[in-house]
């Protein structure tokens, strides 16, 4: 399976992003801030990486397995934990690359209340306000980002993204061509994914489904985990380019 792994991570140089060194090694805020969250940012990305790669070299190895059963440990446990985690983990990527530009805006790039409250989301909803206090130059970068973070998906595509990751965060482990969560309640936000409904006592209570659908399949899941890796790569690259992420020496 590592070969696989290897196979698809050279094919993209997702390893092969240059980032410049650090200038000037005085102790200001603004440079040590560049530092640290340099390597925040690195980490993020080569995780996003690893899972996304893992998940589509687990598939490319459960392909070549005659072995019914060891084949499907390959797809519905490797494959599909890996994919899940790759989706998670560029959500997250995003979140830390808008805080990593709100740290170094002086905390002006986004109105929060707390820095905790700094996400993508809100990033995004700021700059289509317009009223961004940051300086011209990370206001730049950040809607640079939210390009790049977009790149080769549809409307469809994202939301999507955004609805695997928070219901498989938050809700129950999403299917990838099987089904886990294969019963409960439902409405006009909940589609039902094949398989019938019914009710219980009270017409006007609950309708709950029977589902006999799996919740995505991977097919899909594989354009979405390509796209990531691409993408997260062109995020990071940006920021290099513009010399908002830096480099000391070591990892």
């Known amino acids: ?15 092969q992003v240059p980032i410049p060194p650090a200038l000037s090694t005085r102790l200001r805020p603004r440079n040590m801030l560049l530092r640290s969250g340099t390597r925040v940012l690195r980490w993020a990305y080569r995780d996003t990486i690893e899972r996304a790669a893992m998940a589509l ?22 494959r599909n ?37 700094v996400s993508f989301q809100r990033l995004e ?11 011209r130059r990370i206001a730049t970068a950040a809607r640079r980002v ?13 939301k999507l993204l955004q609805s695997f990751r928070n219901v498989d965060t938050h809700r129950f482990v999403v299917g990838i061509d099987h089904v886990i969560y294969d019963f409960g309640p439902v409405s006009k936000d909940d589609p039902v ?37 691409s993408n997260a790569k062109t ?5 290099a380019s513009l010399r908002l992420l830096v480099v000391s020496g070591g990892f």
């Open 146 to 158: 939210v390009v790049n973070a977009h790149g080769g998906l549809t409307k469809d595509g994202w």
């Open 235 to 239: 995020a990071l690259s940006t920021l």
């Open 193 to 229: 994914r094949g398989g019938y409904t019914f009710g219980f006592g009270d017409p006007n209570d609950l309708t709950y489904a029977q589902f006999s659908e799996p919740d995505i399949r991977f097919d899909d899941i594989d354009k979405l985990l390509r796209l990531t890796m």
């Open 57 to 78: 070299a687990a598939e490319a190895t459960a392909r070549q397995i005659d072995i019914d059963g060891l084949a499907a440990h390959f797809r519905f446990v490797i």
């Open 125 to 135: 909803k700021q700059l289509a306000t317009g009223s961004t206090k940051a300086s």
């Open 1 to 15: 399976m590592y070969d696989e792994y290897w196979r698809e991570i050279d094919a993209g140089g997702y390893f």
């Open 81 to 117: 934990r890996d994919a899940a985690d790759a989706i998670r983990s560029y959500i997250r990527f995003l979140d830390q690359i808008s805080y990593h530009l709100y740290e170094i805006s002086g905390r002006r790039l986004v109105d929060v209340k707390t820095p905790r409250d």
